[in-house]
């Protein structure tokens, strides 16, 4: 596998726009000092626009990105990459991105720096990778979804828990869930056929990328590998999402009895009972819902240092390997 470089620089491109979601956790004090960042860059900007309301990002950035092969610089989180990524499908625009959220999960799997004076060199002096994306009935994100005690925690609405105390914030959250929380039944299911069943699911993640909540999770998932990956972490109780998370937190390996791994590029995920899904942050729909990936969907800019992540650890979890063969014999699009 090869990381597909494109050989354009940030200063050959017609015009660079900046947008920032001053509303996301750093986005409200650090737009004057991105845009000076920026300048002493090299990086002249056609137009600024601070978003106070995020509601009005999508709108802005479908107007830029119609402009043409346009440098679109993105400031905020997560939640505001994954809510704008589907208009730079088929376009010429390239996304360049200021992580200003409270995880950047996304900009951390593309190694972009979180300080904005470091994002900026890296925009400067990066080149341009076309990575996957992943995607939800229809609905494109960057880096993942999740079903359980996250979506609960998005349904929520800590924005102010998040916006003053950060990721300290989730926890606190986490801990009202975690009191009415109980396990749910998973399955996962391709063209009607049964590619895993899970009775007892205390948390799922559909991960294109290795990070989530700004902690490396997933290391089965790459933006590189052209399939998504989601992790069921199984139990009988909340405890057991409470002992699954501390492992992952303290970077233990979860065996094959707490953990399955499947790898996929096209799935049907359903769960019983009807569980929320939250993308990247947002609760968004419910279950059932059909997975998959675009791959190579994303033309964004990234390190010059950026290099392929690594083979996942074997011992990690239960990684089902190999494809699902059709009954023409054609292979079908899920390997678990």
């Known amino acids: 596998m090869h990381l597909m470089i494109e050989t354009e620089r940030p200063r050959a491109w017609r015009e660079a726009v900046l947008i920032v979601n001053t509303r996301s ?17 090299g990086v002249a900007l056609s137009a600024t626009y601070p978003v106070r309301d995020p509601g009005r990002l999508p709108e802005i950035v479908q107007g830029v990105v119609a402009r043409g092969p346009v440098l679109v610089i993105v400031g905020g989180g997560d939640g505001t990459i994954s809510s704008i990524v589907d208009y730079f499908v088929g376009s010429t625009a390239t996304l360049a991105i200021l992580p200003l959220g409270t995880a950047n999960s996304f900009a951390r799997t593309l190694t972009i720096p979180i300080d ?65 929380f109980k396990p749910f ?19 799922v993640l559909i991960a294109n990328g290795p990070y989530h909540g700004g902690m490396l999770v997933a290391d089965e998932a790459d933006v590189e590998s052209r399939d998504i990956v989601i992790r069921i972490i199984k139990g009988s109780s909340r405890w057991a999402l409470v002992s699954g998370w501390l492992r992952i937190w303290l970077h233990l390996p979860l065996g094959p009895h707490r953990l399955d791994v499947v790898r996929t590029k096209a799935v049907t995920l359903t769960t019983d009972p009807i569980r929320y899904v939250s993308i990247d942050g947002e609760v968004v729909t419910k279950t059932p819902v059909h997975v998959s990936v675009a791959r190579r969907a994303l033309r964004v800019i990234v390190p010059a240092t950026f290099v392929e992540r690594s083979t996942p650890h ?23």
Request: with cysteine; glycine share 10%; proline share 2%.
């Open 185 to 203: 039944a998973c399955r996962l299911t391709h063209e009607g056929r049964m590619v895993l069943d899970v009775a007892q699911a205390v948390d």
């Open 25 to 41: 956790r750093r986005g409200r004090k650090l737009y004057a000092h991105a845009k000076v960042a920026l300048a002493n860059h």
């Open 116 to 180: 904005v004076e470091g994002a900026a060199d890296a925009l400067v002096n990066g080149t341009v990778a076309a990575v996957d994306l992943g995607c939800i009935d229809g609905d494109l994100f960057a880096n993942a979804a999740s079903i359980g005690i996250s979506a609960a925690i998005g349904r929520s609405r800590p924005h102010q828990l998040k916006r003053y105390l950060g990721r300290f914030g989730y926890l606190i959250a986490a801990a009202r869930m975690l009191a009415t």
């Open 314 to 336: 074997p011992s990690e979890g239960n990684i089902r390997a190999g494809m699902l063969a059709s009954n023409d014999g054609r292979e079908d699009p899920v390997s678990a």
